[in-house]
């Protein structure tokens, strides 16, 4: 083990921590320093089906319990999280490389989830009919699956596993949830949380690990559920290969999203969203704005023009600098992936008009460190305009109109997000209305949809059918089930041997 490591990371099971004993280990780094901080052990299959033993066995009487006591753990959690904000967006920093400020807002986001599910006891009730013939009533429930599992991104490290386990576990399941190598250490804590807020043992557990995890959370005959944030090409594997295993599954994968500046927009309010979207967070969000479509050559020029501007005045730094708007990316390994598209999109014939990738940010020479970097006159042919790159890269793709632009973003093959910037409202409505994307904005960049709304993309940014969080979630996370009753003393209609409609059973 290199001498600077110190940390040994483990897994959450069964309300403690457990080593790995597989021997192998992932490298955990500060993408500040560029240095590894922490080793994250690879549980093997048969440790991964040793934690779905342990939340198959906590199932039964977990599901028992009555849905106001869950929400009471949930109650309490909610509470530890707020009092506890700041080392956790500190741990998430240190691992992720985002902005303090960032990082607490993301964690915020995931503790509203929390708090949505603390309203589990009236997001369970079911629909009720008297007399749906004579004498018979037809009620619905919803229950629990029972074991169900989470895989989720580096990205945020904490909202998106807290957009699935507070309601899979509201709902009366059981979790394992396999949080991404490169930054675990906040997603074990809040299972840590769980666990102080009286979360019986077994209820939510975290093992860490890499595809071989995966793989067998996704082949377990007592996995009934997988849910999914991450890539789309791994998200379109877990996606079929869990569905081939009987499972439900939702996976939501990558993104391109697309800002249109039509010619009559507010251009101070876009140049501030521009900013915010495609360089908050290093560019490594799933709802960052990756390509802005400008509608007319003079929207171009003059939106370009500014944002050369505030790109010289970005602030790089690591999260320790208080005045840091746009920290590290999270890895040597991704910081390279990225700089090598920004030569790509050189090579292909795309102008770089801001080019990030000489910046160096004193005191943390060795830091996965990268400059906004922007991108003019990018083509719909390009490789940088097709994949998803996810860093602080910027393509503008010239549109000559409306209808041009709106094609863009209906061909792309992602379609989580996309945003239209005018005044004009008959642009504004008929974009949201014809838009082959999951969330629209109309003057807002990155249209996340609050915890009581439900998050999802369409095209290959979502494999399977329900969205995550808000009513969909609770959806994904419960079996329906409907039941028919008549009672002896009831009107009796003798045998039957045919089926009949019209309000007779
Ligand atoms: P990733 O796909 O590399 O990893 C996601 C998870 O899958 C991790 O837990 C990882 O360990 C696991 N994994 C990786 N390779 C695997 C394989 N071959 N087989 C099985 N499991 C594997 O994604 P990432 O780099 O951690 O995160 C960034 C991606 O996540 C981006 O594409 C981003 O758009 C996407 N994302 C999407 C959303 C959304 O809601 N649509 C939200 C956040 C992030």
Known sequence: MDAKVKTTLYHHVGGRKVEGTSGRFGDVYNPATGEVTARVPFASASEVRGVIAKALKAFPDWAATPPAQRAQVLFRLRDLIRQQLDDLAKLLSAEHGKTFSDAKGSVTRGLEVVEFACGIPQLLKGEFNEGVSRGVDMYTIRQPIGVCAGITPFNFPAMVPMWMFPIAIACGNTFVLKPSEKDPSVTLRLSEL?????????????????????????????????????????????????????????????????????????????????????????????????????????????????????????????????????????????????????????EEGAELVVDGRNLKVKGHEKGCFLGGCLFDKVRPTMRIYKEEIFGPVLGIVR???????????????????????????????????????????????????????????????????????????????????????????GIRSGAQYHFRGGGEH
Request: charged share 20%; glycine share 12%.
């Open 194 to 346: 769980a666990t102080e807020a009286g979360l019986p043992a077994g209820v939510l557990n975290v093992v860490n690990g890499d595809k071989e995890a995966v793989d067998a959370l996704l082949t377990d005959a007592d996995v009934g559920a997988i849910s999914f944030v991450g890539s789309a090409p791994v998200g379109e594997y877990v996606y079929k290969t869990g569905c081939a295993h009987g499972k439900r599954v939702q996976a939501l994968t990558g993104a391109k999203n697309h800002m249109v500046v039509m010619p009559d927009a507010d251009m101070d309010q876009t140049v501030d969203a521009v900013m915010g979207a495609a360089y908050g967070s290093a560019g490594e969000r799933c709802m960052a704005i990756s390509v802005v479509v400008t509608v007319g050559d003079q929207t171009a020029n003059e939106l370009i023009e500014r944002l050369k501007v505030r790109l010289g005045d970005l602030k790089v730094g690591p999260y320790t600098d208080a005045q840091a708007e746009m920290g590290p990316l999270v890895t040597p390994q991704h910081l390279d992936k990225v700089k090598g598209y920004v030569d790509l999109g050189v």
């Open 399 to 489: 549109a000559k109109d409306y209808d041009e632009a709106v094609k863009l973003v209906n061909d792309h093959e992602l379609g989580n997000g996309a945003a239209i910037f005018t005044r004009d409202g008959d642009a504004a409505r008929d974009f949201t209305s014809a838009v082959k994307i999951g969330m629209v904005g109309v003057n807002v960049p990155i249209p996340v949809p609050v915890a009581y709304h439900s998050f999802g993309g369409w095209k290959r940014s979502l494999f399977g059918d329900l969205y995550m969080h808000g009513p969909e979630g609770v959806r994904f996370f419960t079996k329906l089930k409907t039941i028919t009753t008549r009672w002896p003393s």
